[in-house]
């Protein structure tokens, strides 16, 4: 396979299914099927947005793809090799070339340490053989790689405000020189305004580095914004996936168009659609419909639905959609 075409994540066929157990003897009783068979994947030098409510699956996706979770079956590749087939020496190098940047930007720095310790623990983790002096000098190096000055390396994160906390955070997921980050909400936590700027950071260090990113979000206007493509998921499952212009303008899945409904639209020639209001609350992942996953909320749903499992097909070039309703969307 040319590694230059070839996408830099595969996903197929993920599952994670986690144990719930009960009884006398806690024995497992049911499993929580939290992700169930998603295939996708992130091509070099993009943006992949994933989207979805809370419970989707949308974290235990990104968290397996970078190993911090683990997942029950199914096959990871990166730059075309198996995850499952590395070894311990692969691992370590794996592990310098993909990050994470957490939702809360306060809960995911140490408050014992200040920003200069922050930044570099990666490093020392890691074993990049360099001195305390040339650690200091690249933490400056990637302080100013996200906007803050080189001050900022004696102050805790008690010191800084949300939007500073969440610039280091984006640091420390630089240093190792990683070429593909999971971005785990990394702005629901800030204010509006700030939210704007670390998306416009996100934006830039993709460009600038040649970064890929899983950025997992439930704003679909913020995905519209900054990814490449979208990936819309629900209840483990992938219910859209496309162009980003593509989804947002033109979604294929009755769900997408569900979220894509509740997004303010302001300026000229942008009217307010229907709002649709899904009914009753996602079902419990432990005992998922039968059929389509989605079909107990779907306005649009027949008796077909409960019977037939949709699988992902394309309704245009690379816009793929998991519905058998084609007639209405």
């Not at 994670?16 to 939290?34: C, D, F, L, Q």
């Not at 989207?51 to 997942?71: C, F, Q, V």
């Not at 800084?160 to 702005?187: H, K, N, T, W, Y």
Request: aromatic share 6%.
């Amino acid at each position: 396979m040319n590694t230059m075409h070839a996408p830099l994540i595969e996903v197929r066929d993920l599952r994670a299914w986690y144990p719930v157990r009960g009884g006398v003897a806690n024995r497992v009783i049911s499993e929580v099927k939290a992700v169930n068979g998603v295939s996708f994947d992130v091509k070099h030098n993009e943006i992949l947005g994933l989207a979805g409510e809370s419970g989707s699956g949308k974290s235990t996706i990104g968290r397996s793809i970078i190993r911090l979770n683990p997942h029950t079956s199914g096959q990871i590749r990166f730059k075309g090799a198996d995850l499952a087939d590395f070894n311990s020496r692969e691992i370590h190098d794996f592990r310098r070339k993909v990050q994470l940047i957490f939702q809360d930007p306060y809960a995911s720095l140490d408050p014992r340490m200040n920003v200069e310790e922050i930044v570099t623990e990666p490093l020392i983790v890691l074993g990049f053989p360099l001195s305390k002096r040339q650690r200091r000098q690249k933490a400056a190096e990637l302080l100013d790689m996200v906007s803050l000055s080189e001050a900022y390396l004696e102050r805790r994160p008690s010191e800084m405000s949300g939007g500073q906390c969440q610039r280091v955070g984006i640091a420390r997921a630089l240093a190792a020189g990683p070429e593909f980050i999971v971005a785990d909400e990394p702005v629901s936590a800030l204010d509006v305004s700030i939210q704007a700027q670390i998306t416009n950071l996100l934006g830039d260090l993709k460009e600038r580095l040649g970064l890929s990113l899983l950025f997992i979000s439930h704003d679909l206007a913020l995905m519209q914004y900054l990814s490449d493509r979208v990936a819309v998921a629900y209840l483990g499952k992938i219910m859209e996936i496309g162009p980003s212009d593509q989804i947002c303008s033109s979604p294929k899945h009755p769900y997408t168009e569900a979220l894509l409904s509740a997004v303010p639209k302001f300026g000229e020639g942008h009217r307010a659609g229907k709002r649709i209001v899904l009914s009753g609350d996602a079902p419990n992942p432990i005992s998922p419909p039968s059929g389509c996953v989605f079909r107990t909320r779907c306005p649009y749903a027949i008796g077909e639905c409960a019977e037939i499992v949709p699988q992902l097909s394309e309704r245009s070039p690379g816009h793929l959609s998991a519905c058998i309703r084609t007639d209405v969307l």
